[in-house]
């Protein structure tokens, strides 16, 4: 199994300003993965980060507003820039370990007033 | 478009039921699905993961179903526990991609 690190578990920022957000892997892993579960919805894929390249942003999401880096094969961070209300989100980050599963860290609960 | 959906969204039963969470999903060209648990503050925990090429994959009281033909999961708990309390999420990773797909979940309160 991978065991994920994310910090902080929760924040509560003012509008306009950015929240970077932290995911550590306890292991080496090509790809890191970072979603957003908004209130009631489900998770929706944010970017794929690899190390050594940019990340891959899916539709919707722009790197502007959520810059990623992923500087070595066991850290990447999400920024959250010039949040809004509609910000407000659980922001969590995964890696797969053995066996094709997918392992995800305990989230970052973010309100935006 | 992949499109996952989970019934019901909400669910509540006696401790000692046996019951099912049912997962539908839009293209069967699926490389595998995955159940995981979610519960408030603590992220999500992966319980199954089933192969495209299975059928059922079983973990002490949870049994999970593949049919893919027909783009349906179902998570069998026997047993259950009010500690199975959380939200249930099913997910379905797209052949030739890394990502997941997501359906809403079924949170299940499980009463004593």
């Known amino acids: 199994s991978a065991v994920i690190s994310q910090k902080p578990s929760r924040d509560i920022c003012q509008r306009g300003t950015s929240l970077t957000i932290q995911c550590q892997v306890d292991s080496q892993v090509t790809m890191m993965f970072w979603y957003r579960q908004q209130p009631g919805q489900s998770l929706t894929l944010i970017a794929t980060a690899n190390q050594g390249s940019e990340a891959t942003y899916e539709s919707g999401f722009v790197i502007d507003k959520f810059p990623i880096s992923r500087p070595n094969l066991t850290f990447s961070t999400l920024t959250v820039s010039n949040m809004s209300p509609e910000d407000s989100s659980i922001y969590l980050c995964s890696a797969y370990g053995q066996g094709n599963i997918q392992y995800f860290g305990a989230g970052t609960r973010l309100s935006v007033l | ?112």
Request: hydrophobic share 30%; glycine share 8%; net charge neutral.
């Open chain 2, 1 to 112: 478009k992949q499109e996952v959906t989970q019934i019901p969204a909400a669910l509540s039963v006696p401790e000692g039921e046996n019951l099912v969470l049912n997962c539908s999903f839009t293209d069967s060209a699926i490389y595998n699905l995955q159940w995981f648990r979610q519960d408030p503050g603590k992220g999500l925990t992966s319980l199954l993961l089933i192969q495209s090429s299975q059928r059922e994959q079983t973990s002490g009281r949870l049994n999970a179903s593949l049919d893919k033909s027909s783009g349906r999961s179902t998570l069998y708990i026997a047993a259950s526990q009010p500690g199975d309390s959380a939200t249930y999420l099913c997910a379905v990773n797209q052949g030739g991609s890394e990502k997941l797909v997501f359906g809403k979940g079924t949170k299940l309160t499980v009463n004593p």
